[in-house]
């Protein structure tokens, strides 16, 4: 890439330029605490920018339908024995592109339709494609559900295994989209094997920390495991199937022709230069640091006698019980954005409220550690985020918290490759 980035996006769309810059901008004088966004490399950024946007390239590696694939091949190749590496995987494919779309695949190429299939409940943290009724899977499968302890709102094993002697599900999924604690893997697998279920495992949001070695593998005990490329794994949205070697071709007709056409083979080279970043010896230590960063804001909000669901987190994210301070999660989301911090409304546990107004937020040390925090702007940022939620309708003291979230943004600045862009 030649010249200033976005300097040709300038001179053609200024109304699409301002959208970015405003967009880079916001992302620069806040604090990403959404747990499922992050910050991909100005080398992944470039790849899904890439001249790879031009090409048709429908099929797989050497079996395509459209010729003049031989350098996509190449790409495509990396990304699939990078991933391999990274994860163990058997097989893998790299072409969904989205992870509710690696989940539908996954499903149609192993399971009939209406099959049973048990998942975490939305409302516990689970996923919409874990089987709610408003999506496909709830529509297209019989889902039934596990969820948490009501006392101590972890997973229990032993529940889960009634659950699953009580359905007799032909699938077992373990995957979360808002639950803060470890998947203990090997206990799925004795499940699945005692019901002769498949075991798929989504770890759209511990990929990264599965990678870094520091969060229980599902490879070993999972026929099949799906995730996203964004989130801790820190690439480009979209998303890769993994399996055993077995389920190799019945997975590829269902990712191609089965529900997709032409791969996003510009994103499939940015998935394949994530993969490359994340076999990096430092990715580990990313990985934990973004774990110790969640752990240190934990022990934050505890201290600021905040509500956290399950007392703390083993991962990257934490889910708060705001119930407290008179509020539901859209206007504490809204009143947090205002301050600059950036958070999402999300179900708790039995929650009583609605979902588009519930009683928890969602936060996420991910992006935060990207950006280089660490223990000591967690601990403030822990302060801030109840000082907000204590001072809804005080307009003084939140410009004080606004004040004090831009100190922290401009101490550890986004992008300063492109600084030039104002």
């Known amino acids: 890439m030649n010249g200033r980035f976005m300097s040709d996006i300038m001179n053609v769309d200024p109304e699409i330029y301002t959208v970015l810059l405003n967009e880079l901008n916001r992302g ?74 690696a989940n539908m695949e996954t499903y149609f190429a192993l399971l009939n339709l209406g099959d049973t299939i048990l998942g975490m409940s939305l409302d516990h943290g689970g996923h919409l494609t874990h089987g709610h ?25 032993d529940v889960v295994r009634k659950r699953a002697l009580e359905e007799k599900p032909k699938l077992i999924l373990a995957g979360f989209s808002a639950y803060s604690r470890t998947l203990d893997f090997k206990a799925f697998k004795e499940i699945a094997d005692e019901v002769g279920a498949i075991l798929m495992a989504d770890i759209a949001h511990i990929a ?61 080279a940015a998935k394949a230069v994530c993969f490359k970043e994340a076999l990096d010896p430092s990715f580990k230590e990313y990985a934990q640091k973004v774990i110790n960063n969640a752990k240190f804001l934990a022990d934050s909000l505890l201290d600021q006698d905040a509500e956290v669901i399950s007392g703390g987190t083993d991962n990257h994210l934490l889910l708060i019980d705001i119930s407290k301070y008179g509020i539901g999660g859209k206007i504490a989301e809204k009143t947090l954005d205002g301050v600059g911090i950036f958070t999402n409304k999300n179900m708790i546990p039995f929650d009583q409220r609605t979902p588009f107004d519930p009683s928890g937020i969602r936060i996420g040390t991910a992006a935060l550690t990207t950006r280089g925090l660490g223990k000591n702007e967690m601990i403030e940022i822990g302060e801030l985020f109840v000082q907000t939620l204590v001072n809804i309708e005080n307009k003084e003291k939140l410009q004080k918290i606004k004040e004090n979230v831009a100190e922290i943004c401009n101490n550890y600045p986004l992008y300063p490759e492109f600084e030039y862009l104002k």
């Not at 470039?46 to 339908?65: D, F, H, I, M, W």
């Not at 009724?133 to 499968?141: D, I, R």
């Not at 801790?232 to 056409?261: C, D, S, W, Y």
């Open 208 to 268: 990264g920390l599965v990678a870094g070695k520091v969060h229980p593998d599902p490879i070993p005990y999972c026929d099949v495991v799906t995730t996203t490329t964004h989130k801790t794994l820190r690439g480009p949205r979209g998303a890769i199937i993994m399996a055993k070697e077995a389920h190799g071709t019945a997975i590829n007709k269902a990712v191609f022709p089965g529900m997709q056409g032409g791969p996003l083979e510009h994103i499939i």
């Open 28 to 101: 620069r004088d806040g604090l990403e605490m959404i747990a499922s966004e992050n910050y991909v490399s100005k080398a992944v950024l470039q790849a899904a920018g890439s001249v790879l946007t031009n090409k048709y390239s429908e099929g797989y590696p050497s079996k395509r339908y459209y010729g003049g694939n031989e350098f996509i091949d190449i790409a495509e190749n990396l990304a699939i024995d990078r991933a391999k590496q990274l994860f163990g995987a058997e097989y893998v494919n790299v072409q969904p592109h989205a992870g509710s779309q």
């Open 133 to 157: 009724k408003v999506n496909f899977s709830g529509q297209f499968y019989k889902f039934s559900s596990y969820g948490v302890d009501p006392e101590t709102k972890m997973l229990d094993m």
